[in-house]
C-alpha cells in the first residue's frame, strides 16, 4: 500500500504545492484544513481517492491527533502573516506546531517537515518571528529528527507579495512601502515545495535548512522589478519608519476597536517590526546547495502571473507588437 502523508494546511499556499508533489510522487494525502469545502480543488492534483481533504482544528488535540492516525508523514504548514482573534500567533505558530509535533511522536510517524521563516527569532521585537522560532524549538524537542525549512519571502501565482503590491499600482502614481531598502531572498512556492518532497522521501538529512532565491534585492528593488513586469511607471515611495510605525499603530488601533470587524490587511506594528531586518540566507546555513535543488529565478516565473497587472492585461505583448508594425 501507498505511503500516507498528513499535510496540515495542505490547501494554503505551500501547502498545496507540496499536495501536489506527493500526489506525483504516488503518496495518499489527507489535506488537514479548518475549511474542506474550499479545498476541494485539491483533489484534483491526484487519482480518484489518492487526495482527501478534512476538517482540523489544529488548536484541538483529539482534532490533530484524528487527522493523524496512521500516518507515515506530516507536515505543518500552518502560519499566520497577521492575528485575527482567537488565531494569534502564540495559539497557532508555537502551541500548534507544538501540539502537531507532540502528537507526531505520540503516534510514532517517521517522519515530519515543518514550514518556518527566515528571521525566527526567539529575541525578536516581532511577535510573528519570537513564534516562529518557539515553533521550530518545540518540533525538535518532540521530533528532534524533524526538517524544518525557512524560507524567504515566497513568490508564486498564490502569494500575497507581488500579487498584493500588483494590484496597488492599479491606485495612482506612487506606490508606497515601508522598509525600502530591507534585503530579501525570494524564493518560488514550488522550490520550498520540493524540499518539502525531498525530505518526506528520506532524502534530507534531519535539521534546518534556510530557503532563498538566486538573486538577493532590497525591498525598492523588487518593486522595480514589478514595475517592469508588469509595464507601469510609478514612483516607488519609501516611508520612513516613523511615519509607517503611526500609520501601522492607527490601522491596529481600528482593528481593535472595532473587535476585529475591519482587519488590518495593509500594515501592522508587528510586521514593520519584522520590515527593520533583512530577510536573506545567513551565511553558513544549509539551504538549497545541500538539498541539490537549484532555485528558480523570479524573471522565469513573475510574467507568467503578473501579466494581470498590466495596463492592457494578457494583451499587454500583442499591442506591443502591433505599434511595431505601424507605419
Known amino acids: 500500500m501507498s505511503k500516507l502523508v498528513t499535510i496540515y494546511g495542505g490547501s494554503g499556499f505551500v501547502g498545496r504545492y507540496i499536495v501536489r508533489r506527493m500526489a506525483k510522487a504516488g503518496w495518499r494525502i489527507r489535506v488537514a484544513v479548518r475549511r474542506p469545502n474550499e479545498a476541494m480543488f485539491v483533489k484534483t492534483y491526484g487519482a480518484v481517492g489518492q487526495i482527501e481533504p478534512l476538517l482540523c482544528n489544529i488548536r484541538d488535540d483529539e482534532s490533530v491527533a484524528a487527522m493523524m ?154 518593486m522595480a ?15 520612513p519608519f516613523w511615519i509607517a510605525g503611526i500609520m501601522a499603530g492607527v490601522l491596529d488601533l481600528v482593528q481593535f476597536v472595532s473587535f476585529g470587524l475591519l482587519k488590518n490587511k495593509v500594515l501592522t506594528r508587528d510586521q514593520l517590526h519584522n520590515l527593520a531586518h533583512d530577510n536573506v540566507v545567513n551565511d553558513g546555513a544549509r539551504g538549497f546547495d545541500a538539498l541539490g535543488i537549484i532555485p528558480t529565478t523570479m524573471e522565469s516565473v513573475l510574467p507568467e502571473y503578473l501579466w494581470k497587472f498590466r495596463p492592457a492585461g494578457q494583451y499587454a505583448d500583442l499591442m506591443r507588437s502591433g505599434r511595431k508594425l505601424r507605419p
Open 225 to 239: 522589478t514589478l514595475l517592469e513586469v508588469i509595464q507601469r511607471r510609478r514612483i516607488v515611495l519609501g516611508l
Open 69 to 222: 492516525q496512521g500516518a507515515d508523514a506530516v507536515v505543518n504548514c500552518v502560519g499566520l502573516l497577521a492575528e485575527a482573534g482567537r488565531n494569534s500567533f502564540a495559539a497557532i505558530q508555537e502551541a500548534g506546531a507544538e501540539r502537531i509535533a507532540r502528537i507526531a511522536a505520540e503516534q510514532g510517524v517517521a517522519q515530519m517537515v515543518h514550514i518556518s521563516a527566515i528571521g525566527a527569532d526567539a529575541k525578536s521585537n516581532s511577535a510573528y518571528a519570537r513564534t516562529k522560532a518557539a515553533g521550530e524549538a518545540a518540533v525538535l524537542r518532540h521530533m528532534p529528527d524533524a526538517v524544518i525549512l525557512r524560507p524567504s519571502v515566497i513568490f508564486g501565482a498564490e502569494d500575497q507579495f507581488f500579487n498584493r503590491f500588483g494590484a496597488m499600482t492599479r491606485m495612482g502614481p506612487f506606490l508606497p512601502i515601508a522598509a525600502a531598502a530591507t534585503k530579501f531572498q525570494p524564493v518560488y512556492v514550488d522550490d520550498v515545495a520540493h524540499a518539502a518532497e525531498l525530505a518526506l522521501l528520506g532524502q534530507a538529512t534531519p535539521g534546518v535548512y534556510e530557503l532563498g532565491g538566486p538573486r538577493v534585492a532590497s525591498f525598492r528593488e523588487l
